[in-house]
């Protein structure tokens, strides 16, 4: 078996590396590789690239050092539609074990055109579902339209599309043709067993990017008298304008950068409760690792975050009374040690590593015997 990964548009090795998201990113495709299976990686990126990761292991495709990048992104789009020819030099698709894996949605044109003059088998995954974003975010009529379309060309030109909740799927099933070939496979995370050191009792830990989709403004105010201190993981461009409102608000709030990922795992087992404002979301990667990681979970009760926090059970779900949540928890209203088990006893079973890795590599086999 052969899987060619064919990297988000415009995403590559320096990319996941400069993000934190490197080390991650790799273990399922160290998995892979120790499984006996042969791994490339197709990245948007340049020679620099080929620096970051031993070949040996993985073969790297940097597609800038195969065409030359331009200043223009829509220049690089349509250079991108020749590209899968360039490829065709640089693996062998001779056999039948060749599985192309695009990662996320943009891009896929690359991926699919590399099917149909290779005719090779196509696994799309998607982290979140653009076309739902775009509806969620109220983008223009022509953009969700543009998304939409490249969503339904891609799933029709699929062996198998894969979205990372049940919500996904089935506003997928209700709009678009094809949707057989629609699998569900969530997020994963590691399970780490020593989750029981000293927590923070009285301040609350966030991780996402700043922006108005993560809703951390209703994070402040909800907290405002509550005496809990906030300690946000996450870089965008209301980092300012969320330090002022802190200010204003008399609250303690630190904004710390984007770290490696195996560093931030460490950092959810210091602290008790963890928050998520977002208005929307995929299968909330933070939320996992955090339950993962022995904290209490308070979550915005939207459909995504319902699949995988049952409230009061494995976790907290709030609608508008995030501050009402906070003050009870102040006040050691809820059953922590309870809540914490069975949150991670939750992940263990439907969100692990070995769980997931294995559900995508049946998935791989199976297409290979189609």
């Known amino acids: 078996m052969h899987i060619v990964l064919f990297f988000t548009f415009d995403y590559s090795l320096s990319t996941w590396l400069k993000s934190g998201h490197l080390t991650r990113e790799l273990k399922f495709y160290d998995y892979l590789t120790k499984k006996g299976v042969k791994v490339s990686f197709v990245t948007y990126g340049d020679s620099q690239d080929l620096k970051i990761l031993d070949s040996s292991k993985i073969n790297i495709i940097p597609i800038y050092s195969l065409i030359k990048k331009s200043k223009y992104k829509i220049i690089n789009i349509f250079k991108s539609i020749f590209v899968p020819f360039n490829l065709m030099k ?22 699919i055109i590399f099917k149909i003059i290779t005719k090779s088998k196509l696994y799309t995954r998607t982290g979140y579902d653009m076309y739902l974003f775009s509806v969620k975010e109220k983008k223009s009529s022509y953009k969700r339209f543009l998304y939409f379309l490249l969503t339904q060309v891609t799933i029709l030109f699929s062996d198998y599309y894969s979205v990372t909740s049940s919500s ?123 339950m993962a990681n022995g904290c209490i979970v308070i979550a915005k009760d939207i459909e995504n975050n319902r699949e995988i926090i049952k409230h009061k059970f494995s976790g907290l779900l709030y609608t508008n009374n995030l501050n009402e949540i906070l003050v009870k928890c102040k006040d050691g209203s809820f059953k922590d040690v309870d809540l914490i088990k069975n949150a991670k006893n939750t992940i263990e079973k439907n969100y692990s590593k070995e769980v997931i890795f294995s559900n995508y590599f049946s998935d791989f086999e199976k297409i290979i015997q189609k």
């Open 90 to 111: 640089k693996i062998d698709t001779q056999t039948k074990k060749v599985i192309i894996k695009q990662n996320q949605l943009l891009g896929s044109w690359v991926s």
């Open 168 to 290: 996904d799927s089935n506003f997928l099933k209700k709009r678009c043709i094809g949707t057989k070939k629609i699998v569900v496979r969530p997020n994963w995370v590691d399970v780490d067993s020593d989750t029981h050191g000293k927590k923070y009792n009285r301040r609350l830990l966030a991780v996402g990017r700043l922006e108005k989709q993560k809703n951390f403004h209703n994070l402040l105010y909800s907290a405002k008298e509550t005496g809990f201190e906030i300690d946000i993981y996450g870089e965008g461009s209301l980092k300012q304008e969320l330090i002022n409102l802190a200010k204003s608000l008399n609250i303690a709030l630190t904004i710390y950068d984007n770290i490696e990922n195996d560093n931030l795992l460490n950092i959810y087992k210091k602290y008790k409760y963890f928050v998520s404002t977002s208005n929307f979301e995929g299968n909330s990667k933070v939320i996992l690792e955090a």
